[in-house]
């Protein structure tokens, strides 16, 4: 699979039993939203999905196989700020036979790119939990750099882990 068989298009409200498919696996949402930790039926699923569209302030998109139109994924950047040009990613690949192909970090890199190009960011954040040794790679990889840790923000399976805050600037960008 090559990055460039993806497509980043518009999610769709019929798509939920997708979502809700993929956050049954544990392993999928392991170092996902924690809202993901709580949807447990289709209806909850469809409920954010809904809200998730028509929030104003995040860019939705979906990551679909160009060659079948098949959703494999979905990201984008929330918490939109106009004031401060800024804004969070979020990725969730949720097909995990595509996982460690350079797919996350191909839309990572699409993303960003609209963010700057389209939206007028300055500053693009995310977080992501220290064990996700293909995020963090994938994040760095696609030109993030790491900005600080939060010890011990996120408990999974019983533990606690650090996560790490990493950012992008549009002048690091358009130099890259």
Same mark, same amino acid.
């Given at each position: ?10 999610? $769709?409200?019929?798509? &939920? ?16 939203? *924690? ?5 447990? /039926? +289709? ?16 860019? *939705? ?16 950047? /929330?918490?939109? @700020?106009?004031?401060?040009? &800024? ?27 609209? #963010? ?12 992501? /939990?220290?064990?996700?040794? #293909?995020?963090?790679?994938?994040? +760095?990889? &696609? ?5 600080? $840790? ?5 408990? $999974? ?16 960008? /358009?130099? @890259?």
């Amino acid at each position: 699979m090559f990055p460039s068989a993806i497509q980043l298009l518009p999610l $769709r409200l019929d798509q &939920a039993e997708i979502f809700h498919r993929w956050i049954q696996d544990q392993e999928v949402v392991l170092y996902s939203l *924690n809202a993901f930790q709580q949807m447990d /039926s +289709l209806a909850k699923v469809a409920e954010w999905l809904e809200a998730t569209l028509a929030d104003p302030r995040c860019l *939705n998109l979906g990551v679909y196989l160009a060659e079948t139109q098949e959703l494999i994924g979905h990201a984008g950047i /929330s918490g939109i @700020s106009t004031a401060n040009q &800024a804004g969070e990613y979020f990725i969730l690949l949720g097909e995990k036979r595509y996982w460690g192909q350079g797919i996350a970090t191909e839309v990572t890199r699409q993303v960003v790119a609209r #963010g700057f190009e389209e939206l007028g960011l300055n500053r693009i954040m995310l977080t992501v /939990s220290e064990p996700n040794k #293909g995020g963090v790679k994938a994040y +760095l990889r &696609a030109g993030f750099q790491l900005e600080g $840790r939060l010890r011990q923000a996120c408990l $999974r399976n019983g533990d606690f882990h650090d996560k790490l805050m990493m950012s992008v600037l549009r002048e690091e960008w /358009s130099a @890259s």
